[in-house]
């Protein structure tokens, strides 16, 4: 395993340590890993949402009924939940 020193402001340093001390992780290692997926999966879902928003400003729209439509994000929420990245809908 690689080594990295970092410096983080007193603010962080609690906040990874309350998720320590809650016991949802046993390393500061794991604490950043987990965080690092999610900004990753942020940064994947804001580049999906500005394809959306690209092909609405392109006319490019579909039309969804609401059942259909909250179908489609419960499936796309059960993803995310799940840690799959790949939304192929």
Request: hydrophobic share 40%; charged share 30%.
């Amino acid at each position: 395993m690689a080594s990295l020193t970092i410096s983080c402001s007193d603010e962080v340093q609690r906040l990874i340590e309350q998720k320590m001390v809650a016991g949802q992780y046993a390393s500061e290692n794991e604490v950043l890993l987990d965080a690092l997926k999610a900004l990753n999966l942020r940064d994947e879902l804001d580049a999906k949402i500005q394809i959306g928003v690209d092909q609405l400003a392109r006319g490019e729209a579909t039309t969804y009924d609401s059942t259909a439509l909250s179908e489609k994000f419960a499936r796309i929420r059960a993803k995310i939940l799940a840690g799959e990245s790949e939304d192929h809908e």
